[in-house]
Structures are given as C-alpha cells and as structure tokens.
C-alpha cells in the first residue's frame, strides 16, 4: 500500500480494486471503499510500518514513464509470504528487453513483467509500452528490505523501488 494513503483524512474513503493473482486482471465486483482510518487500524494491529521509495534518478526516468507498487498482500497459504505487484511503464522508445528482479536477504527472484494493463494503456495512449506493463511476485519472504531492479542483457541493474517493512517495536 503507498504511503501516500496515510497521508488522507481518516474520514477519506480508498476505492478498492481486486485483481487475479495471476493474469494481473481486475475482478469485477461489488467492492466498498474503505476509510483510512480503517487502514491505520489495520497496520496497527499487525505491528508493521511500510514504507515504499521510488528512484527518480534521471538514469531511471529516462527509461521509465511511470511506476507504482499497487498490491501488496500476504498469502497465508504460502507460509505467510509476500504478494507485490504494481506497473512499471517503460518510455515509449524503450524496448522491452528489460527483466524486473526482486533482491531481499533471502536473495533474488524473478518478477513476472509485461502483463496486460488497459489502465495505463488509456492513461498513456502514445506509449505502446502502457498497453502491457504490469508486473507480479509470489512468494516473497517477507524481510525488512525488498528491492526491485531493473536489469538488461548486458547484467546491469538499476534500482527502481524500495519497500521496507518495520515493527514499530523496533522504532520505539
């Protein structure tokens, strides 16, 4: 969840959307907002401060039009790891021989990319890249640092979002 959430009025109300775990889609249905303050007391009761850094080097953003971590969730199914997902949109002169690689403490993991996002498609109409730049990652442990780089065929990454995760135990 982004920060930038918390930074509403409680009484603000978050649309909320449900995608398909694995073709990145939305479920249609019929889904209430939920209030911030709701969302704080969530995060309360669990314990846990997230937060999500974007790198806006110009090294980035002269190959990304945009980026956003929009679902994180943990799967209960799989020993309490981690689902992250979100869009990277590459500019429109960039080709996609790109790959997104999750680093953590428990190592590296490959990101599935490129899955259909009409969203951004819509948002970014003269970028053919919009059209499919979605990705997904399953089965992340959940550790207090989780970076997401961009990678080439040459070997070279690029850092493009951080999400960290804290207890507020370890804060006080």
Request: no cysteine; aromatic share 10%; hydrophobic share 35%.
């Amino acid at each position: 969840m982004p920060k930038s959430i918390l930074k509403n009025p409680d009484d603000a109300e978050i649309d909320i959307k449900v995608e398909h775990a694995r073709t990145g889609y939305v479920v249609s249905g019929n889904y209430r907002p939920i209030k911030v303050k709701d969302i704080r007391k969530q995060l309360s009761r669990l314990g846990l401060i997230l937060s999500i850094k974007y790198n806006t080097d110009k090294s980035v953003s002269s190959l990304i039009e945009f980026m956003t971590v929009d679902t994180l969730s943990v799967d209960l199914l799989k020993n309490e790891t981690l689902r992250i997902g979100g869009v990277v949109v590459l500019r429109k002169d960039v080709a996609q021989e790109y790959r997104l690689v999750l680093k953590n403490s428990h190592g590296e993991k490959e990101v599935q990319w490129f899955f259909p996002s009409p969203e951004y498609g819509n948002k970014y109409p003269d970028n053919p890249n919009a059209q499919r730049a979605r990705f997904n990652v399953e089965g992340v442990e959940i550790d207090k640092e989780n970076m997401i780089y961009l990678y080439n065929d040459e070997g070279n990454k690029i850092p493009l979002i951080y999400i960290f995760f804290d207890t507020k135990e370890h804060l006080s």
